[in-house]
């Protein structure tokens, strides 16, 4: 199983990205699939997740309409929209895959881990 992140990069504050994580070696409509991040010094926080049908989507209040969740369960990859980015939003991306309907907000929810992909956030 390999999950597969991609997208980070440098950005001014004010502006967006968006965030790849392939998915493959098993089903990837049998996982919620869920986005973390981590900051220089800080524990791995919860930032997004959605079901493994779409249906719903859970975020962290800091990012609450600035960042969009979607997966396209054709081409097995979830994304993350970020608009609005903040310095404070400065991290390494973590996507993660957890074998149930719905995502979860703990780290400790989900099995399967990609590899990171650093946004850094200039101010």
């Known amino acids: 199983v390999q999950l597969q992140a991609s997208g980070g990069g440098l950005v001014q504050a004010g502006g967006s990205l968006r965030l790849s994580c392939a998915f493959s070696g098993r089903t990837f409509t049998d996982y919620a699939m869920g986005w973390f991040r981590q900051a220089p010094g800080k524990e791995r926080e919860f930032v997004a997740s959605?079901?493994?049908?779409?249906?719903?989507?859970n975020y962290a209040d800091s990012v609450k309409g600035r960042f969009t969740i979607s997966r396209d369960n054709v081409k097995n990859t979830v994304f993350l929209r970020m608009n609005s980015l903040k310095s404070e939003d400065t991290a390494v991306y973590y996507c993660?895959?957890?074998?149930?309907?719905?995502?979860?907000?703990?780290?400790?929810?989900?099995?399967?881990w990609g590899q990171g992909t650093l946004v850094t956030v200039s101010s």
């Open positions: 993660a895959a957890r074998p149930s309907v719905t995502g979860a907000t703990p780290a400790t929810g989900y099995d399967l």
């Open positions: 959605i079901s493994r049908a779409a249906t719903r989507t």
